[in-house]
């Protein structure tokens, strides 16, 4: 991953940051985004990046124009964008789909898919230009098998398997591949829906875990930036339009 260049969405959050911190640490120049600058910018100090080597974006996924800026910034910085890993997510409301508000929907819609279709339009071109690249997209094995309480959280992860396919047909010829990740229960900040409708709590955590996922125990961040920076390395290179879980085996259930 030497020199390679890298945009990181969500890049604040927990496996956002672990993904930052997998990258630069084998000397990836990395674009960090996130929804308030200031957080991206607290997560370069924390992991005590250099100047020289990371752009901080504040950037609602959201919004195609600074969606463009933010990749035209990038390009601009480095001359190049290797790899796009499009992470960037909120949970569901928490909900029955009869309970969801018009607010509700638009906004898992806009952040969750929307998001990564403006991101990957934004950095296709320069890809497609230079011959190279790889794309990889945060799912969720809540679009394989979904839990009561977040129908539009699993309807817009489903969406983003569509939008990984027809990508991924579209620009292998130009040596492009685009993959996503399905990770399971997670230890972050966007645990808390998945324990609420599993009605996990802290007396019963170890027991309920072992029920729900074979492995006994939540994925770490870590697990998820590994999976990442194998599929933005070339021994990936034969792997374009699939889907991997990363969940300990929650989904054999």
């Not at 229960?185 to 029920?211: H, S, Y």
């Not at 999976?227 to 070339?234: I, N, Q, R, T």
């Amino acid at each position: 991953m030497n020199r390679k260049v890298i945009i990181i969405t969500g890049a604040a959050g927990g496996i956002g940051k672990a993904t930052v911190k997998a990258f630069t640490e084998l000397g990836a120049y990395v674009t960090l985004v996130d929804l308030r600058l200031v957080l991206v910018e607290k997560t370069a100090k924390e992991l005590q990046l250099d100047p020289e080597k990371y752009l901080a974006c504040g950037c609602d996924v959201s919004n195609s124009s600074l969606v463009n800026a933010c990749v035209k910034a990038t390009y601009d910085k480095w001359g190049k964008i290797d790899v796009l890993f499009s992470n960037a997510g909120i949970s569901s409301q928490s909900k029955l789909l009869v309970d969801l508000t018009d607010a509700d929907i638009d906004n898992n819609i806009n952040v969750c898919l929307k998001g990564n279709f403006y991101f990957f339009r934004a950095v296709l071109p320069y890809m497609i230009a230079q011959r190279n690249g790889s794309i990889i997209a945060t799912s969720s094995v809540g679009a394989l098998r979904s839990h009561e309480l977040m129908a539009e959280y699993s309807a817009t992860k489903a969406g983003i398997i569509g939008l990984v396919n027809a990508a991924a047909v579209e620009n292998a010829k130009y040596n492009i591949r685009v993959n996503a990740i399905y990770p399971g229960g997670i230890q972050t900040k966007m645990i808390a829906p998945f324990e609420f409708v599993n009605g996990i709590t802290d007396d019963n955590r170890e027991e309920k875990l072992k029920q729900l996922i074979p492995i006994g125990r939540y994925g770490q961040p870590e697990d998820v930036a590994e999976l990442v920076l194998f599929l933005a390395s070339e021994a990936s290179r034969n792997i374009t339009g699939e889907a991997i879980r990363c969940d300990g085996g929650e989904y054999l259930f």
